[in-house]
T-cell receptor
Framework: EAGVAQSPRYKIIEKRQSVAFWCNPI?????LYWYQQILGQGPKLLIQ????????DSQLPKDRFSAERLKGVDSTLKIQPAKLEDSAVYLC?????????????FGPGTRLTVL | AQTVTQSQPEMSVQEAETVTLSCTYD???????LFWYKQPPSRQMILVIR??????QNATENRFSVNFQKAAKSFSLKISDSQLGDTAMYFC??????????FGQGTRLTINP
């Protein structure tokens, strides 16, 4: 079984530029999560999807961050415009069911550096 | 809101020794899950062990075991016979139902040869 795929693995941009990250969850997983992990901290949830609907986006900075999961499969997270404090690892995770506990499987993450 | 605290930023032990990582959490919930995740330099977050709050018995997975004290809201991880491959960041995490994971700040564990 293929794991959670993310691309790119690394991205370096200048502040005020735009950037997009892509995630493809494990096949058949209905729930997809985006976490932000700032250096030296634990991951923090940005947004949670159940199929193509948003379950929780309470910690997503909506003035600059957006995410979509149009067909209920893969997802894109965008930052526009980027700030220095957005430098972090962006982790995508998926699980098979949002209505009961199921293990979250994580991708390798995308490391973003904003200069 | 739930919070998770790991008070040990870094730990270092010799190979084959036993090491215990500490975690405390704060919640008003009665039913929840607690986890320990391992994050090696490759950044891939890997589940080490899981504990359901309604279970009194402490979870074990081979060399990994937990000490779950629900009343004290404490959840420590013990690694026995530590190996070089155990070197990683370890995160304690909390989850209610099927919601988001709430992570602690992490403990950097180094196993020395």
């Amino acid at each position: 079984e293929a794991g959670v795929a993310q691309s790119p693995r690394y991205k370096i941009i200048e502040k005020r530029q735009s950037v997009a990250f892509w995630c493809n969850p494990i096949s058949g997983h209905a729930t997809l999560y985006w976490y932000q992990q700032i250096l030296g901290q634990g991951p923090k949830l940005l947004i949670q999807f159940q199929n193509n609907g948003v379950v929780d986006d309470s910690q997503l900075p909506k003035d600059r961050f957006s995410a979509e999961r149009l067909k209920g499969v893969d997802s894109t997270l965008k930052i526009q415009p980027a700030k220095l404090e957005d430098s972090a690892v962006y982790l995508c995770a998926s699980s098979s069911d949002s209505w009961a506990y199921n293990e979250q499987f994580f991708g390798p993450g995308t490391r973003l550096t904003v200069l | 809101a739930q919070t998770v605290t790991q008070s040990q930023p870094e730990m270092s032990v010799q190979e084959a020794e036993t090491v215990t990582l500490s975690c405390t959490y704060d919640t008003s919930e009665n039913n929840y899950y607690l986890f320990w995740y391992k994050q090696p330099p490759s950044r891939q977050m890997i589940l080490v062990i899981r504990q359901e709050a309604y279970k009194q018995q402490n979870a074990t997975e081979n060399r990994f075991s937990v000490n779950f004290q629900k009343a004290a809201k404490s959840f420590s991880l013990k690694i026995s016979d530590s190996q070089l491959g155990d070197t990683a960041m370890y995160f304690c995490a909390f989850m209610k139902g099927a919601q988001k994971l709430v992570f602690g700040q992490g403990t950097r564990l180094t196993i020395n040869p």
